[in-house]
């Protein structure tokens, strides 16, 4: 028996579906077929919220980061230096494990230099920037650590998310070794 036909859907229900397709099943399922199958739909009552796939792709994208960004907020309240650090690469991490699919999602819009594309973006790289001022970086020095920050992060997370660490041995505390290790050199430039 198919799902009764909803009327009336916002844009924020449909990408919550969409992400819960992603979460489950990898962002590849995240079709338009897909997605109305799932909210009881059909297909072209999607193009209403946006222009195709390649919409979709820039929707859950956005709908991603600025998850992200939120969980990386809410770890960096009360916090500062090294702990600021630790907390926010823990909540990373973690979001990247209890929602594969957005995470995905996060590095999968059709153009990343879309607009709205770079203001989401931009939250998290201003959080990031904000919480390295412990260590006195501004500027390039700044931007240059949030790359090496987010490459350890989105490294780590991959690798975890394939199946790359398959040693018994605690990945939380690599996590916290790695984070430790890159703060320190930060207080060493």
């Known amino acids: 028996m198919s799902p009764r036909p909803k009327v009336g859907l916002e844009l924020t229900e449909i990408l919550e579906a969409a992400a819960e397709l992603a979460d489950q099943f990898g962002m590849q399922e995240v079709t338009l077929a897909n997605l109305a199958k799932k909210l009881g739909i059909r297909p072209p009552s999607l193009y209403n919220h946006f222009d195709g796939l390649g919409g979709l792709r820039k929707k859950m994208a956005i709908y991603g980061i600025d998850r992200l960004y939120e969980v990386l907020a809410q770890a960096a309240i009360g916090v500062s230096g090294d702990e600021a650090m630790l907390t926010i690469s823990k909540a990373y991490v973690d979001f990247a494990r209890k929602h594969p699919g957005v995470y995905?999602?996060?590095l999968m819009a059709p153009d990343m230099e879309d607009e709205d594309v770079q203001h989401a973006g931009s939250k998290v790289v201003d959080l990031i920037v904000r919480v390295l001022q412990a260590y006195r970086l501004e500027g390039d020095t700044a931007i240059h650590a949030v790359r090496g920050l987010r490459s350890i992060l989105h490294?780590?997370?991959?690798?975890?998310?394939s199946g790359g660490f398959k040693m018994a041995v605690d990945l939380n505390e690599s996590l916290e070794i790695?984070?430790?290790a890159f703060t320190h050199g930060m207080r060493e430039n």
């Open 104 to 106: 995905e999602a996060t």
């Open 155 to 161: 490294g780590f997370s991959s690798l975890e998310q």
């Open 178 to 180: 790695i984070i430790k």
